[in-house]
């Protein structure tokens, strides 16, 4: 029973974290339908430059957008600087579909 959303479902957050002008892209995007709700956690990618203030409010802002689109959804996402050379999910992991 738990298992990704459908990539419908997933393009359509990567959609709504792209909309937003300060978004400078995501990464490592995992989902969860537990059959009761969902999981939706990402990291988001701001400009450096950005307060802390700043990329909380930011942050705030595609958080309300992920939830409006998925209200069952328990959304968490972590702030990276954009161009962070780091390891990623996306790069060893592929999502699962059943």
């Known amino acids: 029973m738990d298992r990704e959303l459908p990539d419908v479902d997933r393009t359509r957050v990567a959609d709504l974290v792209n909309a937003h002008p300060a978004s400078r892209g995501l990464h490592d995007l995992r989902t969860r339908s537990t059959g009761v709700?969902?999981?939706?956690?990402?990291?988001?990618?701001?400009?450096?430059?950005?307060?802390?203030?700043?990329?909380?409010?930011?942050?705030?802002?595609?958080?309300?957008?992920?939830?409006?689109?998925?209200?069952?959804?328990?959304?968490?996402?972590?702030?990276?600087?954009?161009?962070l050379d780091?390891?990623?999910?996306?790069?060893?992991?592929?999502p699962r579909r059943h």
């Open 37 to 83: 709700g969902q999981h939706i956690e990402f990291h988001l990618e701001l400009d450096s430059h950005l307060s802390l203030a700043e990329a909380h409010d930011i942050t705030d802002e595609i958080e309300s957008s992920v939830r409006a689109a998925f209200p069952n959804a328990d959304v968490t996402i972590h702030q990276e600087p954009a161009g």
């Open 86 to 94: 780091d390891e990623r999910l996306d790069h060893r992991l592929r």
